[in-house]
């Protein structure tokens, strides 16, 4: 099982405590957060960390393209992240308007959904 995995706010969010944390399911979802929030080659220090979503924001939006998304999630979030006792067990992105999508990854530590532009 998951040991305790703690996670400072990737946004650098402060509380009257300090920066904010996340603690298990929290922290995996933050993680998750930055990392499809972040395309490849944005990021200075790590240009290979990132998704390749933005090859998808002027598709029409099909089944097609929604599995072919979700393959590439599916190839790079496992090498990116890096934190062997967490398991992605799924990827469902849906279309949930013209420029937006909804992303669901259900993993060991509980489930992470997100809503993002296109």
């Known amino acids: 099982m998951l040991n305790q995995l703690l996670e400072l706010d990737y946004r650098i969010a402060l509380?009257?405590?300090?920066?904010a944390e996340h603690l298990n399911e929290e922290a995996v979802n933050n993680l998750i957060h930055e990392w499809i929030r972040t395309p490849v080659g944005t990021d200075p220090e790590r240009p290979w960390y990132?998704?390749?979503?933005?090859?998808?924001s002027h598709e029409?939006?099909?089944?097609n393209i929604a599995t072919m998304a979700q393959m590439s999630l599916a190839g790079k979030i496992r090498q990116d992240l890096n934190i062997p006792e967490i398991v992605?067990?799924?990827?469902?992105?849906?279309a949930i308007e013209m420029d937006a999508m909804m992303i669901t990854i259900p993993h060991s530590?509980?489930?992470?959904?997100?809503?993002?532009?296109?």
């Open 60 to 63: 029409p939006w099909t089944s």
């Open 50 to 56: 990132g998704n390749y979503l933005k090859r998808f």
């Open 15 to 19: 509380t009257e405590h300090g920066v």
């Open 109 to 118: 530590a509980g489930v992470y959904t997100g809503e993002f532009e296109r």
């Open 88 to 94: 992605i067990k799924s990827i469902k992105i849906e």
